[in-house]
């Protein structure tokens, strides 16, 4: 019975000696994280569903239909190039990668909890952005909509 505890011992040992010299690689291998603890995917993208998202050509029917959702869901807080409750959204999608972009608009809560220029927007604008009940399809139209901003700050050429 001794002998067999013994046994099981070592062989836990054994076990976490293995493991300690796994983990060697397996930290080198883990992304830098920022003073907050996100990861530089966390800091580009957001935090949230959305992953790093990659656009094609733009839609025009996709962006029709995401600025009927941003007209019901979104101008009580943003213009396009006036501050109101929130900053203005002309150029946005040339400051902010796509993913960063819809996780702002499907988790607000935690962007602006623990994303740090989220955050810093917050100091600047009070009031927290919130969750206005929009799908990840509608997010994606939103999206599309706000890509055809892009300009709208510059003069006529
Ligand atoms: C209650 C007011 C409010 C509503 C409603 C709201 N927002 Fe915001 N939004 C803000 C504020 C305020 C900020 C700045 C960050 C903060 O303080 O939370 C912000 C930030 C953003 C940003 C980041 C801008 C940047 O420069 O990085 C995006 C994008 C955005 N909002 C899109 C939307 C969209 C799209 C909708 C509609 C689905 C929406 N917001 C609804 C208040 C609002």
Redesign the pocket.
């Known amino acids: 019975m001794i002998k067999k505890i013994g046994l099981v011992l070592i062989t836990a040992l054994v076990l976490m000696n293995c493991g300690g010299g796994d983990s060697e690689p397996a930290k080198a291998a883990t992304p830098k994280l920022s003073p907050e603890g996100l990861t530089q995917d966390q800091i580009k993208h957001g935090i949230g569903p959305i992953g790093s998202l990659t656009l094609g050509p733009q839609d025009e029917a996709l962006a029709s239909k995401g600025a009927e ?2 007209e019901l ?2 101008v ?3 213009k396009v190039n006036e501050r109101l ?3 203005p ?1 002309a150029g ?1 999608t040339t ?2 990668s796509p993913a960063f ?1 819809m996780n ?2 499907l988790n ?1 809560d935690e962007m ?1 909890k623990k994303h740090p ?2 955050k810093a ?2 100091a600047e ?6 969750f ?1 009940n ?1 799908t990840e399809d509608d997010a994606r139209a ?1 999206l599309e909509y ?1 890509r055809t901003l892009k300009g709208a700050e510059a003069p006529e050429a």
Request: charged share 10%; net charge positive.
């Open positions: 959702v941003f869901k979104c009580a807080c943003h409750v929130g900053p959204l946005v400051r902010r972009i702002m608009i607000p602006v220029e989220v927007m917050l604008f009070y009031v927290p952005m919130t206005q929009v939103i706000l």
